[in-house]
């Protein structure tokens, strides 16, 4: 197994961090900035948007990890750690967002949202690539053209 570069490594890494930093700006944003009395917030849709940006959030990562061979074919270990580090990420957020940001309360469905999604994930993750995150087919392409050997 190669070691990437420090290059490939932060290219690989920035879908996650970008969606990391989007979500705590999404949490953070005062209650006076958003119009909590509209028609979404009567179907509860705030729990599918939490649903929706975790599963992406954990679904960057399960392709973030995968690429970097971070446990390779201990795909219980990765999926646990990708799915306690999301759970871990929405629970402290949501208690900073009851804790500190004024007009706002932390929710416990919004935590639950956040877990599920992050499970919904890996389903996700085997429909497109046929296999759990962790797993790399002797027969995947390399997506980038310019590097591949296949003509």
Known sequence: MSTPSSIKVVRILTPPFVLAVLIVIMHLIPVSDVNPVSWLSKFHIDKIVHGLVFALFSLSMSVAFTKLQ????????????????????????????????????ADFLDIVADCVGSALAFVAFRGVYGIFPG???????ISNPRISSHD
């Open 135 to 141: 797993q790399i087919p002797a027969d995947v392409l």
């Open 70 to 105: 971070l446990f390779p074919y201990k795909i219980p270990v990765l999926m646990m750690i990708i799915l306690v580090s999301c759970t871990c990420f929405g629970t402290i957020l949501e208690i900073i967002q009851g804790k500190f940001i004024v007009g706002r309360t």
